[in-house]
């Protein structure tokens, strides 16, 4: 086994300055369902892992009138019980007890969903987040690449952004806090991932010695809310595209709209194409069906993944659809 | 002469009924102990090197670092500098350590440089022009073969093919020898004809088989009334056992080895280690309790195994464990060939089969691999059949649950569902018309066949193709026909009575989880007429007497055969005892209800335990054997038929296939527990619904590794994918009289065809190929859309 050193802080100032300033040598642990099979799979191999499921700070979920608060620890499954966000967030509980398995809910995290690597099967094959063969030949693109990116894929990443829940908590308008040696800041949740363009980045805008310390999103919206996932498996399967959208609406027509797809970039994918599609035009399949075509007028399939710009635009189409009808089931 | 025959449906007490498996509550309860559970006292662990590319040549290996690092204790160079390697994680090096951990350091710390060489591993349509003749083999040739791991029966039958090169020397053969090669290789490459001007043969890829043909195909395709086209395809896809392959292996003393392996073949497992060990396969003992799946997988040590025993050695004697990791255990053992094919069936306008052709392609890996039997069931008249192997670097194939069959059944019944739907003609019809040309199973395909679709519902489901949608949810529903041999193996046991009436059984079978042991004591329970619980059994040890491998269904037959002639001797011998007592003869007594009695008379009998007292102060002891001759009948046969329908619900917005409902109507002759029986086909059933809709080895064309060597990629069907399963076995007159047949593959044959007709009766287009997945069901919408 490849020797580590095993950190347990108990405040976020502790587990910050325990981190390092590169990426490499350290990582955060949180429920570890990510991080574990990585290090097995030998594609990172930190010397030194904080834990920070002993920052007592980092947990808890609390509504107020300024809105949801999600602590870094909060478990998949807290987000799927819990019962403000039940009946105040539906959808985001709804993407939660879709997402992976009862076992795996209960120990994942909020923040390590945020933070969970691609499933990109040649990264996680060693070779590499954005790999290449001996030549410089793009593996990917070269290659099996069934289940990659259909937009935002011109560059050298053509994973797709893994979270499920993502999307939705987009659509929610969620902001992440983080804290860092520089102290703390917050970003729009969309803004938090990035493309890398060189092996060396990471997907995340995230420092290797910031921590995320928690989720916020705005109070209960004023609008109609939904998520879709398209799996070829009902349950405990990764899926092949996913969608949410939150319309806020004036009369019987559409105000404004935020589209978000998952599984298609790499990076959660915001579609303004779609949300102009929308914007003052009444619900109904005919206008869905046009912010859906809308949504990937810009895909550029890779050789093996056409059926995924299908799929895209089957899942913004039906989540629209399902916001209009009432949300989450 | 006893009287061996199975008893009549009046006479049976068990045979047949409806019995829970007698291994239930230690399985459940987490009791059972399966080879990966099995931990020695001062138990090492050992952990292999693969080589990360799919073609490459052994330069060199410096394991001076392993070897030095604490806890390792011993390391054995599986492939020596200049071995040529053939897939991607074959072995190289193997460690032994005191722990898991050390011994992955000790992997990392070998240096292995390799030449890399140009791989393969697609198995798409071969290019135009690529394919080579099958020809004279080189001695280079045969090295590859025996590389490869090519069963020695098909390395004989291409050297009488084809002949040889150049005559092999003996040093040649001596090594060939040494890499596996069994005295009929020897033999074929002695008495081969030799082709000297053949040596300059460039080698391809793509080895194309001489054409088969039956009758005059072109004259009956060009007369056929309606013809119908078509390309369907089945891909590689693995094993998947769930308890990985792998063994534990100790050696007691020098010369004696004891291991615990994972396998389908206990008897025969001495006999493969007792060469490359340079032992007597006496002094080899295997053990195995339960088996956690192997589908064909499991039948030989495995090169691991054997450098298990190698290391364990060096180690002096110490156990040492190397079970495959999951990855390994999916990239290196064991993969179902690959199967493509381009048909055109004819036939006349009222359905009547006339022609078959077909261009059929597939890989079984490096060794090529042969063509399926097609047409599958149906002998149509006139046919032409030409197959081109792929030699790749997938790695190597393995028999797989009904090997050839579930590809020869995709080929065939999804071309002639086309060529129905292209007659217009309801399916059940249109096979049901052709049934002649299933000879000799024609009555049995009837009868099941009518069977299965009241049992599906057909009549109300069936629909023209395409015609019955509404929205983008549309359903449909396909059949297919299967057939299987199922003869039971060689098979010994020992059956003992005790003068205190307790019995016990004893043989070297096993139980792969498909009700063995259970059937061995209602066997040995009904002819004794005692409770099942009152007899020992005891399986899955080299002690005991060999019993057949378990393959090709073969294990019910061959292990209730000689159960039944133990259990009948046993008996009449106890009879022979108790006799006088009863003031009877021995042919006027029965045994029922755990009494031995005089026949019609209830006041003349013994407790089972008073007549064993009988048997005087020893036990005795009676070996049942199958075959034999010398006590018929015969009681197990061969040849089933089989139909299944399957219901799907296709949404074709984005291509995801459900499937709703599937029916499996089986016969294997007599039933010996119709509960396990009904098991084996909702097993085979879900193995089925997995391997139509998810599974698939995918191969990277650039690093030649498999990307999907996980079961997060490597799909497999779960809880939510079942759908309603209809059993019904066929038992009775017609069935029972026929001796007892396997099981354990035919009902894996079908599905994938009765899924793939099902789905293009609900979207009225063919998907070509399995797994029938969203890209691919798209794919085809699009093309008809298009067309
Ligand atoms: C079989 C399986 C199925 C799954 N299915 C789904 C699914 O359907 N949908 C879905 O969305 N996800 C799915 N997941 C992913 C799962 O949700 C994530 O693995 C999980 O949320 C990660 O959380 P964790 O606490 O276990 O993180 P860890 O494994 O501990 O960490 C994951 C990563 O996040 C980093 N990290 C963790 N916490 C912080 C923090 N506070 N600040 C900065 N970095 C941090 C770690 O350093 C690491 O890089 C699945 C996972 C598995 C194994
Ligand atoms: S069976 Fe499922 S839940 Fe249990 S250990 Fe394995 S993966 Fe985890």
């Given at each position: 086994m490849r020797p580590f050193e095993y950190v347990s802080p108990t405040t976020k100032a502790q587990a910050v300055s325990l981190?390092?300033?590169?990426?490499?040598?350290t990582e955060i642990l949180a429920g570890g369902t990510d991080l574990l099979a990585l290090m097995k799979d030998d594609i990172v191999s930190p010397k030194r892992l904080v834990n920070?499921?002993?920052?007592?700070?980092?947990r808890g979920i609390s509504s107020s009138p300024q809105g949801l608060r999600m602590g870094a620890l909060t478990t998949l499954a807290d987000l799927a019980d819990d019962a403000g966000i039940k009946k105040n967030y539906p959808a985001l509980a709804e993407a939660a007890i879709e997402a992976a398995s009862p076992q795996i809910r209960n120990m994942a995290t909020l923040a390590g969903n945020l933070c969970q690597r691609p499933r990109c099967w040649y990264f996680r094959n060693?070779?590499?987040?954005?790999p290449k063969d001996e030549t410089g030949n793009e593996l990917v693109a070269d290659g099996?690449?069934?289940?990659?990116?259909?937009?935002?894929?011109?560059?050298?990443a053509k994973f797709v952004s893994p979270s499920t829940i993502v999307p939705v908590l987009i659509a929610y308008e969620a902001k992440i806090r983080l804290e860092g040696p520089k102290g703390k800041r917050e970003l729009p949740?969309?803004?938090?991932f990035v493309i890398p363009k060189?092996?060396?980045?990471?997907?995340?805008?995230?420092?290797?010695?910031?921590?995320?310390?928690e989720v916020v999103v705005p109070p209960v919206p004023n609008a109609k809310i939904a998520h879709y996932e398209i799996r070829q498996?009902?349950?405990?399967d990764w899926p092949l595209a996913v969608a949410a959208v939150a319309l806020k609406m004036q009369g019987s027509n559409v105000e404004s709209a935020r589209i978000v797809m998952g599984y298609v970039a790499p990076v959660p994918w915001m579609s303004p194409e779609a949300e102009q599609a929308l914007t003052a035009q009444p619900l109904d399949q005919e206008t869905a069906q046009k912010a859906a075509e809308a949504a990937v007028k810009d895909a550029k399939p890779l050789s093996h993944n056409e059926y995924k710009v299908q799929l895209a635009r089957v899942a913004v189409k039906r989540a629209i659809l399902k916001a209009a009808s009432g949300g989450a089931a | 002469m006893p009287d061996y025959a199975w008893p009549d449906q009046e006479h049976r007490?068990?045979?047949?009924k409806r019995i829970t498996r007698v291994d239930s509550p230690v399985k459940v309860s987490g009791q059972a102990k399966y080879t990966y559970d099995v931990h020695r006292p001062g138990m090492l662990y050992g952990k292999v090197l693969r080589c990360p590319y799919a073609h490459a040549k052994v330069v060199s290996i410096d394991t001076s670092a392993a070897e030095r690092m604490?806890?390792?204790k011993a390391v054995e160079i599986v492939q020596k500098p200049n071995a040529n390697i053939?897939?991607?994680?074959?072995?190289v090096v193997a460690v032994a350590a005191v722990d898991e951990p050390t011994a992955e350091d000790a992997i990392r710390a070998i240096q292995v440089e390799y030449q890399k060489l140009p791989h393969l591993v697609s198995d798409a349509?071969?290019?135009?022009?690529a394919t080579q003749e099958e020809g004279p083999l080189s001695m280079n040739d045969i090295d590859d073969l025996l590389d490869n791991q090519v069963p020695n029966r098909q390395i004989v039958e291409k050297i009488q093919q084809y002949g040889v090169t150049e005559k092999p020397t003996e040093d040649k053969l001596k090594s060939f020898k040494s890499s596996g090669a069994n005295d009929a290789v020897l033999n074929a490459l002695r008495e081969a004809t030799v082709h000297?001007?053949?040596?300059s043969r460039p080698k391809s890829n793509y080895e194309k088989a001489a054409a088969q043909t039956v009758g005059d195909p072109d004259k009956a395709m060009a007369e056929a009334e309606v013809v119908s086209e078509g390309l369907y395809g089945v891909p590689v896809i693995t094993?998947?056992?769930?308890?990985s392959h792998g063994t534990i292996s100790e050696w007691p003393d020098a010369d004696h080895l004891l291991t615990h392996i994972s396998t389908q073949n206990v008897s025969g497992i001495p006999g493969q280690m007792a060469e490359p060990l340079a032992?007597?396969?006496?002094?080899i003992h295997v053990h195995q309790d339960?088996?956690?799946?192997?589908?064909?997988?499991?039948?030989s040590p495995d090169r691991w195994g054997i450098f298990t025993a190698q290391i364990s050695k060096k180690a002096q004697g110490k156990p040492v464990r190397i079970m495959l990791e999951r990855d390994a255990e999916l990239e290196v053992a064991g993969a179902r060939p690959s199967a493509y094919a381009r048909v055109k069936v004819g036939a006349k306008r009222d359905g009547t089969l006339v022609a078959w052709q077909s261009e059929s392609w597939g890989t079984?890996?490096?060794?090529?691999g042969g063509m399926p039997p097609?047409?599958?069931?149906?002998?149509?008249?006139h046919q032409r059949k030409e197959h081109t192997a792929i030699r790749n670097n997938i790695g190597p194939a393995r028999a797989w649950r009904a090997p050839n069959h579930p590809q020869a059944a995709v080929l065939t019944m999804c071309a002639l569902d086309d060529l129905a739907a292209k007659l217009n003609m309801d399916p059940v019809e249109f096979f049901g018309k052709n049934?002649?040309?299933?000879?000799?199973r024609q009555d049995i395909y009837r009868e099941e066949l009518g069977i299965a679709a009241n049992l599906m519902g057909w009549n109300e489901k069936?629909?023209?193709?395409?015609?019955?949608?509404?929205?983008?949810i549309t359903r449909g529903v396909g059949l297919s026909l299967h057939t299987w041999g199922g003869r039971g193996h060689n098979s010994d046991c020992d059956l003992t009575l005790h003068p205190d009436g307790s019995v016990d059984l004893k043989l070297g079978s096993q139980d792969l989880g498909t009700g063995t042991r259970t059937c061995i004591l209602i066997v040995a329970a009904d002819t004794l007429g005692v409770?099942?619980?009152?007899i020992q059994l005891e399986i899955?040890?080299?002690?005991y007497p060999p019993s057949g491998g378990?393959?090709?269904?073969t294990t019910i037959g061959g292990v209730s055969s000689s159960t039944r002639r133990a259990a009948v001797d046993a008996r009449d011998l106890l009879f022979a005892k108790v006799a006088p007592t009863l003031d009877a003869?021995?042919?006027?007594l029965e045994c029922v209800n755990g009494r031995v009695g005089v026949k019609g008379?209830?006041?003349r009998s013994l407790s089972w335990k008073e007549a064993c007292a009988?048997?005087?102060?020893m036990p005795i002891t009676v070996r049942g054997t199958n075959?034999?001759?010398?006590?018929?009948?015969?009681?197990t046969n061969s040849g089933v038929g089989g139909v299944q329908m399957a219901e799907v619900e296709v949404d074709t917005d984005t291509g995801i296939v459900k499937v709703e409902k599937m029916v499996a109507v089986q016969d294997?002759?007599?039933?010996?527990d119709l509960k396990t029986a009904e098991s084996q086909c909702y097993g085979a059933l879900i193995m089925g619904i997995s391997y139509s809709l998810f599974e698939e080895k995918v191969m990277d064309p650039?690093?030649?590794?498999?990307?999907?060597?996980?079961l997060e990629f490597y799909r497999l069907a779960g809880f939510n994918d079942i759908p309603e399963l209809v059993v019904h076995m066929m038992t009775g007159?017609?069935?029972?009289?026929?001796g007892v047949i396997g099981l354990g593959e035919p009902p894996v044959v079908s599905p994938g065809a009765a899924i793939s007709n099902a789905v293009a009766n609900a979207?009225?287009?063919?998907?070509?190929?399995?797994?029938?997945t969203p890209d691919r069901v798209l794919a085809a919408l699009g093309q008809k859309a298009g067309a």
């Open positions: 981190l390092g300033a590169s990426w490499g040598g920070i499921k002993n920052i007592r700070d980092l060693g070779f590499g987040l954005l099996d690449n069934r289940y990659h990116a259909i937009l935002g894929n011109e560059g050298p949740l969309e803004k938090f060189s092996e060396n980045e990471r997907e995340h805008d995230l420092g290797p010695n910031e921590i995320v310390t498996k009902d349950v405990f | 007490t068990l045979i047949g604490p806890g390792v053939h897939w991607a994680g074959d072995d349509e071969p290019p135009q022009g000297p001007e053949a040596a094993h998947c056992c769930l308890e032992i007597p396969a006496s002094n339960h088996v956690g799946g192997g589908f064909g997988s499991k039948f079984g890996g490096p060794g090529g097609i047409p599958y069931v149906f002998t149509i008249p049934l002649d040309i299933t000879k000799p069936w629909h023209p193709r395409a015609q019955n949608r509404s929205g983008n409770p099942m619980d009152a899955g040890d080299t002690t378990s393959g090709g269904s003869q021995p042919d006027q008379d209830s006041h009988k048997l005087g102060a075959p034999d001759r010398t006590k018929p009948p015969d009681l294997c002759g007599l039933v010996i650039t690093t030649g590794r498999m990307l999907n060597a996980n007159k017609g069935y029972d009289e026929r979207i009225g287009v063919r998907v070509p190929f399995l797994p029938l």
